[in-house]
T-cell receptor
Framework: DADVTQTPRNRITKTGKRIMLECSQT?????MYWYRQDPGLGLRLIYY???????NKGEISDGYSVSRQAQAKFSLSLESAIPNQTALYFC????????????FGPGTRLTVL | QKEVEQNSGPLSVPEGAIASLNCTYS??????FFWYRQYSGKSPELIMF????GDKEDGRFTAQLNKASQYVSLLIRDSQPSDSATYLC????????????FGKGNQVVVIP
């Protein structure tokens, strides 16, 4: 079984709808991250969490919110989806050491019409 | 100044040749350096990490780190068509809560 899983893998939705993307991990890592990737723009950090009680904004947090329900679960919500949020979304995890390797989930392809 | 820069455009190399990728970073306090490979539509996967100045070899891959000049490079020897992918450089950012900062990536195309 995969260590980092994301659901759904693909989602098509309409402008204004609320969407939740979920991430679960079995690696026992404390740190979890949400990224989006757009062609030519690389990976951009949306939110990250160093433990259940710690949530931090990344470089592009506007329009997104997160919830760290447990050490193993980190969800990303789009409260009111807009077309420019169409992208590939990745969840990642890492250990607690500064600069530890990040391990990525398989990604969610989100299309907002 | 961007935290991590990968400026080269797509790199085309003949099969069997050496592909060379470069990356520069801005935070002198960075201690951990990573290269990820990403196939189109797939998630990034770690191929190399390096912490100390000098070279680190793993199979056909060699990572090179020069902290004084703030660059890290990746060499792919005997390039194979399966090496065709985008390669992402990542560096820990002590001034950024010690998260990883990623470059935009370099696309490599290996021509059979």
């Amino acid at each position: 079984d995969a260590d980092v899983t994301q659901t759904p893998r693909n989602r098509i939705t309409k402008t204004g709808k609320r969407i939740m993307l979920e991430c679960s991990q079995t690696k026992g890592h404390d740190r979890m991250y949400w990224y989006r990737q757009d062609p030519g723009l690389g990976l951009r950090l949306i939110y990250y969490s160093f433990d259940v009680k710690d949530i931090n904004k990344g470089e592009i947090s506007d329009g997104y919110s997160v919830s760290r329900q447990a050490q193993a679960k980190f969800s990303l919500s789009l409260e009111s989806a807009i077309p420019n949020q169409t992208a590939l979304y990745f969840c990642a995890t890492s250990g607690s050491g500064g600069g530890d390797t990040q391990y990525f989930g398989p990604g969610t392809r989100l299309t907002v019409l | 100044q961007k935290e991590v820069e990968q400026n080269s455009g797509p790199l085309s190399v003949p099969e069997g040749a050496i592909a060379s990728l470069n990356c520069t970073y801005s935070d002198r306090g960075s201690q951990s350096f990573f290269w990820y490979r990403q196939y189109s539509g797939k998630s990034p996967e770690l191929i190399m990490f390096i912490y100390s100045n000098g070279d680190k070899e793993d199979g056909r891959f060699t990572a090179q780190l020069n902290k004084a000049s703030q660059y890290v490079s990746l060499l792919i020897r005997d390039s194979q068509p399966s090496d065709s992918a985008t390669y992402l450089c990542a560096v820990n950012a002590p001034r950024g809560n010690n998260r990883l900062a990623f470059g935009k990536g370099n696309q490599v195309v290996v021509i059979p």
